[in-house]
């Protein structure tokens, strides 16, 4: 099985700055796509930003200039650095990665999430 942990989530005024980590553990053999989701109160979850195995990177439009995604593959860890916080940025961040896994004789493809950490941004 795998496991995806976040953590750096936590109440900031608007303007502030906060990094989201996301670590996957587990008999990983390769992770793609990795990405952060984000979910208000009431609302979908919608996409902040997404990076592939290969650095390439997609942003929500509302997050353009201000959130910059990254991630360690040594590590198997996801990064989200969120610079001049609004408080429409308020919800709950999830990690979500599309992985390979298992004993060395197999090979399962999944699709993992986090269990979510809260960012509140106050005005």
């Known amino acids: 099985q795998v496991q995806l942990f976040e953590s750096g989530g936590g109440m900031v005024q608007a303007g502030g700055s906060l990094t989201l980590s996301c670590t996957a553990s587990g008999r990983i053999k390769s992770i793609e796509t990795m990405a952060w989701y984000r979910q208000a109160p009431g609302e979908q979850r919608d996409l902040v930003a997404s990076?592939?195995?290969?650095?390439?990177?997609v942003y929500g439009d509302s997050v353009k200039g201000r959130f910059t995604i990254s991630r360690d593959n040594s590590k198997n860890t996801l990064y989200l650095q969120m610079h001049s916080l609004a408080p429409e940025d308020t919800g709950t961040y999830f990690c979500h990665a599309d992985l390979k896994w298992g004993p060395v004789e197999r090979t399962y493809s999944s699709e993992s999430w986090g269990q979510g950490t809260q960012v509140t941004v106050s005005s």
């Open positions: 990076v592939t195995g290969s650095g390439l990177t």
